[in-house]
């Protein structure tokens, strides 16, 4: 129970921390977000943050190679 209650946490301030952020990303309408994490762990709450705040959530998840994909794509 105590794995769940950190996960509620953390997903709680993962949001708090987007709509904190709302001012600086409603300008451009969708913000990206890398991960090495599972997707179902993630996606639930970038689904929550896009009905809170219109704002669309490109994710990228990948075990290898993120360095390599911020450097090339200029993040």
Known sequence: MKMKSRY?????????AFIGLTP?????????????RKPK???PMFEVFTEQTGI??????AKKGMLERLQSEGA
């Open 41 to 43: 762990l993630i996606d």
């Open 24 to 36: 600086l990303l409603a300008s451009a309408g969708e913000v990206n977000v890398y991960s090495y």
């Open 56 to 61: 669309k959530v490109n994710s990228v998840f």
């Open 8 to 16: 509620t946490f953390v997903g709680a301030a993962v949001v708090s």
